[in-house]
């Protein structure tokens, strides 16, 4: 467990690389459930505590990947927003310009099974443009709320790093290094958090123009549903 202590207790050594650095932590969880599994001087009540902070670690780690997963994902949206708004107008442009025209060569039959498939899309629709409407009102919100869980994270990852800060660097027992490592994982996990959070507030803005273009697109359907409506 000596690279455990060297990760946290020499900042020059850290590991700059956020996945690599979880990929470390990861394997070194995975070390300490093996020698967990050979600690046979471990009373039942110190392995069953043992055992715990080392679930509890990796359960950080799993969250800390689901947080840099979604990072990934707010600036992979927010980099594509300007086109996606460009390619949504274009669609909404070439919508207004069409007029709609039914097929006059269509039997009766045919003309009603249309009218209840229209029908059917455009109660789908409504319910759509109700949701992206919703989606719409919570990220308007949405930013006030983040920083206040910012707020909270930095808190949080201050009083683990204080924490960290009085572990003994040379300590080798598995309990006392399962201890430093739980705190290392959860220290992971608030900074894939605040990461998380700090891009996702940046890129309210980007978002925000896709769902306001997506609500246009609906709306600009929803109409020329209803002149199909009105004509069959």
Same mark, same amino acid.
Request: net charge negative.
């Given at each position: 467990?000596?690279?455990?202590?060297?990760?946290?207790?020499?900042?020059?050594?850290?590991?700059?690389?956020?996945?690599?650095?979880?990929?470390?932590?990861?394997?070194?969880?995975?070390?300490? /459930? $093996?020698? &967990? +599994?050979?600690?046979?001087? =471990?009373?039942?009540?110190?392995?069953?505590?043992? #055992? %715990?902070? @080392?679930? *509890?670690?990796?359960?950080?780690?799993?969250?800390?990947?689901?947080?840099?997963?979604?990072?990934?994902?707010?600036?992979?949206?927010?980099?594509?927003?300007?086109?996606?708004?460009?390619?949504?107008?274009?669609?909404?442009?070439?919508?207004?310009?069409?007029?709609?025209?039914?097929?006059?060569?269509?039997? /009766? $039959?045919? &003309? +009603?099974?249309?009218?209840? =498939?229209?029908?059917?899309?455009?109660?789908?629709? #409504? %319910?759509? @443009?109700? *949701?992206?409407?919703?989606?719409?009102?919570?990220?308007?919100?949405?930013?006030?709320?983040?920083?206040?869980?910012?707020?909270?994270?930095?808190?949080?990852?201050?009083?683990?790093?204080?924490?960290?800060?009085?572990?003994?660097?040379?300590?080798?027992?598995?309990?006392?290094?399962?201890?430093?490592?739980?705190?290392?994982?959860?220290?992971?996990?608030?900074?894939?958090?605040?990461?998380?959070?700090?891009?996702?507030?940046?890129?309210?803005?980007?978002?925000?123009?896709?769902?306001?273009?997506?609500?246009?697109?609906?709306?600009?359907?929803?109409?020329?549903?209803?002149?199909?409506?009105?004509?069959?």
């Amino acid at each position: 467990m000596f690279v455990l202590v060297l990760i946290f207790v020499v900042p020059a050594l850290l590991i700059s690389d956020a996945n690599a650095q979880q990929t470390e932590l990861e394997n070194q969880v995975q070390v300490a /459930l $093996e020698r &967990l +599994e050979k600690a046979t001087y =471990l009373d039942e009540v110190s392995r069953k505590q043992t #055992l %715990s902070q @080392l679930e *509890n670690a990796q359960s950080m780690l799993v969250d800390a990947k689901e947080q840099r997963r979604l990072a990934k994902n707010y600036e992979e949206t927010a980099a594509s927003a300007s086109q996606k708004t460009i390619d949504i107008q274009e669609k909404i442009e070439a919508l207004n310009a069409t007029k709609p025209d039914p097929d006059i060569t269509q039997s /009766l $039959e045919e &003309l +009603e099974n249309q009218l209840l =498939l229209v029908v059917a899309e455009q109660n789908a629709r #409504l %319910s759509s @443009l109700a *949701n992206k409407q919703s989606e719409q009102t919570a990220l308007s919100f949405r930013a006030n709320k983040i920083a206040e869980q910012l707020n909270a994270a930095k808190t949080d990852k201050i009083a683990i790093n204080n924490a960290l800060a009085d572990l003994d660097a040379n300590a080798s027992d598995l309990v006392d290094n399962t201890e430093s490592l739980e705190k290392l994982t959860g220290a992971e996990k608030l900074t894939a958090t605040i990461e998380s959070l700090e891009r996702e507030i940046a890129t309210i803005p980007a978002r925000q123009s896709i769902v306001d273009a997506d609500i246009r697109l609906k709306q600009a359907q929803s109409r020329f549903a209803e002149k199909q409506i009105n004509i069959l």
